[in-house]
């Protein structure tokens, strides 16, 4: 069934010519009320609808078997949207692919094995999809984000790379950023996923920032730890197949990609020195911002800081904020043998657990986020900026 067909493709009508008036009314209604069902993908309501119609209009004599509306409306792909991974064999591509392969409402498009970097195959997919996941290096991602035509004002891309992350014409995609943010990125075509790392630190420190307790400009620092699988294959094979170290810091440079977002979406307007370190578990990340009482408006409790995040984040789906310091994680369950904060518990998933520490007595304060560096922190955040965008 479609919406152009005409009612005499699904009905015959038999009435007098005193009863055609009421009859196209009812069935005016009925085929309102089945396309609107139909088109939402209703299926067995679709058909009840039909059916009780049919029942209450005596003039009219089904031709179409009620059984085959549903299938033939659900062999198509009218109500699919086309999404292309561009770099679905690395790390991340894997990922979101994985997270939506089993989804009725997306259809995903893909390359042959022999065309999968092919440039006309892939502008082609480009323009094709509605939605574009591009999870490839800073270059080659700029270089895709060119090949959308000129007149195609449909397509969303979402790029995982550093690219576009501080690029204005793109909408930093962290939902939870503030209060308008999931609504910018709802209307937008263009969408930088922001980094692993950035994810847990803007997390902690913009709140704080909103709120006026942080001072933009405060000189923070940032410590943290991640699975391997934030570098990619050629690190796995490492850790995975061969003699490795334990642990390992990095980053010594002092000039990590992902410092400039940090500085542009905490709202610091300052880059943090930032120390991050790989170790030996697959995925998942704790980010530690540690805090001295004195850089925070006069005042200031460890409570004001929780409160703060806490409000922030109130009915967040995914982002949580846990209680308040080491007695209330305790309690809670929270830390193995009641003394250390795992950072692989949040793994495969797209949350992001809060976390502040703090001693009121000492005016110090340590504030964690926990989450899986390849869900909130890559695909899983990519993901959720595809289901908004769509």
Known sequence: IRPHRSATDLFQLRSSTTEVSQLHINLAICLCLTIHLLISNKM??????????????????????LSSLSSARSDTSLNKYKVFIDGEAGTTGLQ????????????????PDELRKDEGTRKKLINEADAVILCLPDAASIEAASWVEPDNDRTVIIDASTAFRVDKTWDYGFPELSADQREALSKSKRISNPGCYPTGFI???RPLVDAGILKEGTPLTVNAISGYSGGGKGLMNIYENEEHEPWGAYGFSLA?????EMAEYSHLGRKPIFQPQVATFAQGMVVSVPIHYEWLAPGTTGADIHKALSKHYEGSKFVSVMPLGEGGVKAAGLLERDAFL????????????????ANDEAQQAVLCARLDNLG????????????IAL
């Open 44 to 65: 067995k309501f679709a058909a009840a609808v039909l059916a009780f119609c049919v029942t209450q209009s005596t003039g009219f004599t089904l031709r179409t078997p």
């Open 96 to 111: 979101v692919r994985g997270r939506i392969e089993a989804r009725d409402d997306l259809e995903i498009i893909s390359a």
């Open 203 to 205: 997390g902690l420190t």
């Open 256 to 260: 990590h990609k992902h410092l400039a």
């Open 342 to 357: 795992r950072p692989d518990s949040l793994a495969n998933t797209n949350k992001m657990e809060m976390f502040v520490f």
């Open 376 to 387: 909130k922190g890559a695909s899983g955040a990519a993901v959720q900026n595809l289901n």
